[in-house]
């Protein structure tokens, strides 16, 4: 589905702030693989989905979404085929449109409409009941702006409408890590249910072990650009906090310590 090919990215190159952020990763990503990934600060984790989405560029390699090397396209034109949520609830969505005008607009994505919303009443019925399985109410809401809901209610909604087009592949870049614990788990569990219902290819950037533990086929951790551990099957089904930390360390060396404290 997604393949990684020696890719090669500096940022402030030839300059005293020059830093490398990768070099020569090579990752392959199979068809309906639910990836989490985890690595210490400034492992590169959410540059490389910034750089799979299009929107930081690439200077060296290429990156393959099936047959189409998306990175040599336009980041408007690759998110196409990309769904993608972000840490911010705010980025999802728009706050001064209603649900409904919010839903509309992402049902459209990739499609051709004029300067209205292009909401067409025989789909509210079909969005109230995409809505009612959120467990949220925001059913009854549908005429309200969203700029009107909690950070967990829009973080939830656009999960919704992020799925709704069935992308080719789907980013989410620590989506709960503004959440509180209790909204943060029920996101997570939102999540799983989504991905497994429309068996969307997925890749999860997250600093909660027991979130890259318990959900998802696959789990990979970098450091330092470079995946360190790459964790499938049955050693991901028997994969303990205790036993990731132990990995990370004999992978990783020194200073494991000083890491312990970013992963949640």
């Known amino acids: 589905m997604l393949q990684i090919k020696n890719l090669c990215k500096v940022f402030n190159n030839n300059t005293v702030n020059g830093k490398k952020i990768f ?14 990934i985890i690595g210490s600060n400034g492992a590169g984790k959410s540059t490389l989905l910034n750089i799979i989405s299009g929107t930081i560029p690439i200077d060296q390699g290429a990156i393959y979404l099936e047959d189409i090397e ?24 728009s706050p001064s449109m209603t649900i409904l005008e919010n839903m509309s607009m992402a ?3 990739g499609k051709r409409f004029g300067f209205s919303f292009g909401i067409d009443k025989k789909n509210i019925s079909y969005f109230k009941e995409l809505l009612s399985k959120l467990d949220l109410g925001l059913e009854e809401k549908i ?28 980013l989410l870049d620590e989506h709960t890590a503004a959440l509180d614990p209790k909204t943060s788990e029920k996101i997570i569990k939102l999540t799983d249910n ?6 969307l290819t997925t890749l999860m950037v997250t600093h909660n072990l027991n979130h890259a533990i318990n959900l998802g086929n696959r789990l990979i951790m970098l450091h330092e650009g470079k995946v360190i551990l790459d964790i499938e099957g049955k ?4 994969l303990t906090r205790g036993k990731l930390l132990q990995l990370f360390g004999e992978n990783k060396g020194k200073d494991l310590f000083s890491d312990r404290s970013l992963f949640a």
């Open 194 to 199: 989504i991905v497994k219902e429309r068996k």
């Open 70 to 93: 998306i990175s040599k396209l336009l980041e408007h034109k690759s998110n196409r085929f990309i769904g993608r949520v972000f840490q911010d609830p705010s980025k999802g969505t």
């Open 107 to 109: 049902k459209n994505k």
């Open 143 to 170: 005429n309200s702006k969203v700029g009107l809901l909690s950070g967990g209610q829009r973080q939830a909604l656009t999960l919704i409408m992020t799925a709704m087009t069935e992308p080719k592949l789907l």
């Open 23 to 36: 070099h020569g990763l090579n990752l392959t990503v199979n068809k309906g693989d639910f990836i989490t």
């Open 235 to 238: 050693e991901k089904k028997n």
